[in-house]
């Protein structure tokens, strides 16, 4: 097989898998020699969503929405999240925009 991005050599690999900084296991994948691409058949890729969800990884984005609590707003994390996230009420969270349309939210611990 040939890379569709740079033409170079493509070969299997088992390749380790991290999703949101969790290992989900090693995986059968080609890799290209010459760009690192990599490309997974559809029977890998379901795999990998089925270890993912079975560890409650998958579909962590989610929409929220801005609400009111007293004189300042507030963002609410789903139930998906904070369990991911192991979130406990009264925790501390450094905030700061990267721009208008994008904030970083980052655990002080
Ligand atoms: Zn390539």
Redesign the pocket.
Known sequence: MM?M????NVVRKRVKYELVGEVLGIFPVEV?V??N?RFYTKETSMLIEKVARKKGLWDLKSKTKVSRVGNSLAVRFNKKLVEFLGLNKGEEFSIFPESKDRIVISRNR
């Open positions: 890379c991005f740079c033409k170079g290209c010459k760009c691409e």
